[in-house]
């Protein structure tokens, strides 16, 4: 069968089987952690890193959420895991950064961790330390199975019927839930630049 298009197939089911109920409610978790002046701090491992910049980015210029990536400091971040642990290092910047029960914790995961098996643990601790603050968390994970989907006020689950493409399609789609937020009218305060040039006719 052809690769291509059974990607794509695969693809467009796990985006039709993504809740819409959960995404509307951390639209409303969002737009109540706006509202009451909390900080948004992302984080993920890997591509779930990549994804934690580029969304920081997009919740702060968009939204007009205070939003910060965990890892983005390399200078911190390489400190920490030398000083303390891999596995403590986001928990330490949540530290250093006077995480509080105003704040929210978003987080990107294929697996999203196991706490007994030592997977992904500095997302693990940063999780359950945001959770023992009373800090609302939010998690966009490829498996209902995982610690973040368990701890997480909101667990936003991309299916998928074909394991073997786990990551990829729950990485792709990751992308998709965030620009879905962060463009979600109750959330937008600020167009794009491609969206703003179009809407003034240019």
């Given at each position: ?68 990536a965990i890892g983005d400091n390399v200078s911190e971040l390489t400190a920490l895991i030398n000083d303390e642990s891999w596995q403590d290092s986001y928990k330490f910047v949540l530290q250093q950064s006077r995480l509080n029960e105003k704040d929210m914790l978003l987080f990107f995961s294929v697996g999203g961790g ?89």
């Amino acid at each position: 069968m052809d690769f291509i298009k059974t990607f794509r197939e695969l693809t467009i089911d796990s985006i039709n089987g993504i809740d819409g109920a959960l995404l509307s409610k951390a639209v409303e978790e969002l737009e109540a952690l706006r509202i009451r002046g909390g900080r948004l701090f992302i984080a993920g491992s890997g591509g779930g890193a990549g994804h934690a910049s580029h969304a920081a980015a997009d919740f702060r210029r968009l939204t007009g959420i205070e939003s910060y990536a965990i890892g983005d400091n390399v200078s911190e971040l390489t400190a920490l895991i030398n000083d303390e642990s891999w596995q403590d290092s986001y928990k330490f910047v949540l530290q250093q950064s006077r995480l509080n029960e105003k704040d929210m914790l978003l987080f990107f995961s294929v697996g999203g961790g196991d706490a007994a098996k030592n997977i992904s643990a500095n997302l693990v601790n940063a999780a359950q330390f945001g959770s023992d603050l009373g800090t609302k968390i939010v998690s966009v994970v490829g498996a209902p199975g995982g610690f973040l989907a368990e701890i997480s006020d909101v667990a936003i689950l991309i299916p998928s019927v074909d394991r073997s493409k786990l990551t990829p399609i729950t990485e792709a789609l990751q992308a998709y839930v965030w620009h879905m937020l962060v463009s979600h009218p109750t959330l937008s305060v600020r167009k794009a630049m491609w969206e703003s040039v179009e809407s003034n006719g240019k």
